[in-house]
C-alpha cells in the first residue's frame, strides 16, 4: 500500500528565494542555497526550526558553494521524521536574507509524485516514505 503524502511545502517572505534540493544516499538530505554574489560569510547561517513549535533544530554555518552561492546541507531527517515540517532560513546575523522556507520528505514526496515521469523514482520516493512511517510506528510502541 502506498502511503498518502501532502505537500506542505511553501516560501513566504519576500526577501530572497531560498532554494532546496534533495540528494538521497544512506541518509536524506536537503541541502540549501541562495545567490548571493561575493558574500561575507562571517555571520551568515541557516536556522532550521520545527514549524510546528518553533524550537530550533539546528543552525547550520553557510559555505560559499561557489562564487555567487551560497548554501549548507540539512541531513537531521532520521527515519521517524520524514512526516516533520521544518521551517528555514538564511540569516546575515540577526537579519533574515531570504524567505523562509516550509519543507518535509512528505512534502517532496508528495511534489514528486506529482511531477515526475521517472516510475523508478516514484517508487523510491514512495518506498521512503513507507520505510519512515514504519520507523515511526515502530518507535512508538517502544
Given at each position: 500500500m502506498i502511503p498518502e503524502a501532502v505537500?506542505?511545502?511553501?516560501?513566504?517572505?519576500?526577501?530572497?528565494?531560498?532554494n532546496?534540493?534533495?540528494?538521497?544516499?544512506?541518509?536524506?538530505?536537503?541541502t540549501l542555497s541562495h545567490l548571493k554574489p561575493g558574500?561575507?560569510?562571517?555571520?551568515?547561517k541557516?536556522?532550521?526550526k520545527d514549524a510546528l513549535d518553533g524550537t530550533v533544530i539546528k543552525?547550520?554555518?553557510a559555505y560559499n558553494l561557489n562564487p555567487v552561492m551560497v548554501a549548507a546541507d540539512f541531513d537531521d531527517v532520521g527515519a521517524k521524521q520524514m512526516r516533520r515540517l521544518i521551517t528555514v532560513t538564511l540569516y546575515d546575523g540577526d537579519t533574515a536574507i531570504t524567505d523562509t522556507v516550509t519543507w518535509s520528505v512528505e512534502s517532496y514526496v508528495a511534489k514528486t509524485r506529482a511531477t515526475s515521469t521517472d516510475a523508478g523514482q516514484i517508487d523510491l520516493v514512495n518506498a521512503m516514505l513507507t520505510?519512515?512511517?514504519?520507523?515511526?510506528?515502530?518507535?512508538?510502541?517502544?
Open positions: 505537500d506542505g511545502s511553501k516560501a513566504e517572505g519576500g526577501r530572497g528565494t531560498l532546496t534540493s534533495v540528494v538521497l544516499k544512506a541518509r536524506v538530505t536537503l558574500a561575507n560569510l562571517a555571520n551568515m541557516f536556522i532550521v543552525e547550520l554555518p520505510y519512515g512511517d514504519a520507523v515511526a510506528a515502530y518507535m512508538a510502541t517502544q
